[in-house]
């Protein structure tokens, strides 16, 4: 079971560290560091801070940014501090993924799969719910991890009669 994660916590955690030294903002390394000890993120011992870059790149912390866009460094300000005229990751980061969804007949959940991305699925009781999973799903999925030649284009739906 994948432990949860008290973003409240964390944003709390590192403005008051930002408060206490009088500093303006932390880099990512320094702040995974800090977390961990105060036991708030648990590291990845093969990829050490993936839980904080996931955390970055998928928005959790609203108030951190990258300046320059995607190839650049993190920066997590205060969460009272953020600068109007920065780049949130999101943005130059944005990808489409199309999904394929179907209803199962006898739980009644929707389930969705991204073809040609090893890992993306998921399944929720809603649509919008389902829609949230998915994105929570790919996020979590490192650029890194997926290999080119697997993102296929979506062509359609074909009927297919069978006599």
């Known amino acids: 079971m994948k432990p949860s994660i008290d973003i409240e916590a964390i944003i709390e955690c590192l403005d008051n560290f930002l408060t206490e030294t009088g500093r303006r903002d932390i880099a990512p390394p320094e702040a995974n560091t800090l977390l961990a000890k105060k036991g708030l993120l648990r590291d990845n ?4 801070g993936l839980p904080l870059r996931n955390l970055l790149r998928t928005g959790k912390l609203p108030h951190a940014y ?10 997590i300000p205060h969460s009272s501090k953020r600068s109007p005229n920065t780049s949130n990751y999101s943005n130059p980061r944005s990808r489409s993924h199309t999904a394929v969804v179907e ?22 009781e809603t649509l919008e719910e ?24 979506f062509v359609g739906t074909q009927v297919v009669v069978v006599d």
């Not at 011992?45 to 050490?48: A, D, F, Q, S, V």
């Not at 990258?66 to 920066?75: E, F, L, M, R, V």
């Open 130 to 153: 389902l829609n949230d999973n998915l994105k929570e799903v790919i996020a979590m999925i490192s650029d890194d991890d997926i290999p080119a030649m697997m993102v296929g284009e």
């Open 103 to 124: 209803r199962c007949p006898d739980t009644k959940l929707y389930v969705g799969y991204v073809p040609g991305l090893p890992g993306a699925q998921s399944q929720g």
């Open 45 to 48: 011992i093969n990829r050490p």
């Open 66 to 75: 990258q300046a320059d866009g995607k190839s650049s460094h993190w920066t």
